[in-house]
């Protein structure tokens, strides 16, 4: 699938009849995430995945691995985003966390709309925000908080073997990972990728929030 306007067009509508699920979670700290729909470009360099010989207007979302230098969540797949500051909405927040992280500055008409709210082990509710980002050629990571930037193909998540259910010793729910390439992403990334190919793709309502994370990510 190209990333043109029909795409836009379909992705939007379903966006707008979703019926969100927002969490209050009082004793969380809010935050939000950017899923941003870009071009292919030249690929993702990650095993398992083969990247176009030329810039491919094939539609990707837009993955960064965090930086080793981070105290939490270290080397691990994200969703450009973080803490929504006093006064933001989750939209605005999105928008400037991908400034900051990727150098990619977008206005407020590029938001499509939300999907569920994810609250972590960790203590945040993160509300994951769908975004247009186009050809988005330049950009830049900042190495404070990023240590690659990576877009993967979308029909990467329409994959027959995901997601992946683990089941875990200390819940009833189990683990979800998305797999990518020869590796894997876990939740909460990979629960907001598994909704995105569920209601904006696939046409499906499905709920994400009762998912396990692994446990390393519970820090």
């Known amino acids: 699938m190209d990333l043109d306007r029909t795409f836009h067009e379909l992705i939007a509508g379903r966006l707008e009849s979703f019926e969100l699920q927002s969490l209050p979670a009082p004793d969380s700290r809010r935050a939000a995430v950017a899923l941003a729909l870009i071009e292919e470009g030249t ?19 837009l993955l960064t691995r965090r930086s080793e230098q981070l105290r939490k ?14 006064g933001e909405s989750p939209e605005q927040a999105a ?20 999907l569920d709210d994810f609250v972590t082990r960790s203590g945040f509710a993160i509300t994951p925000v769908v975004v247009w980002a186009g050809e988005a050629r330049q950009l830049v990571p900042n190495p404070q908080e990023v240590a690659s930037i990576h877009r993967i193909p979308v029909s990467e998540f329409m994959r027959a073997d995901a997601p992946w259910l683990d ?28 909704q995105f ?9 499905t709920r994400v929030a ?9 820090q």
């Open 43 to 61: 690929g993702a360099a990650l095993p398992g995945i083969e990247a176009p010989a030329e810039w491919s207007r094939s539609a990707a979302v």
């Open 73 to 86: 969540h270290p080397g691990q797949w994200a969703l450009p985003g973080g803490s929504i500051d006093e």
């Open 95 to 114: 928008l400037r966390e991908l400034h900051e992280e990727v150098g990619l500055r977008l206005e407020q008409s590029a938001i499509l709309g939300r």
């Open 167 to 194: 089941p875990i010793e200390d819940s009833e729910q189990p683990v979800l990972r998305m797999p990518v390439g020869l590796t894997w992403i876990a939740a909460p990334t990979a629960a907001f990728l598994y």
């Open 197 to 205: 190919r569920e209601v904006c793709i696939a046409g499906r309502t």
């Open 210 to 218: 009762h998912f396990e994370q692994p446990m390393f990510a519970r």
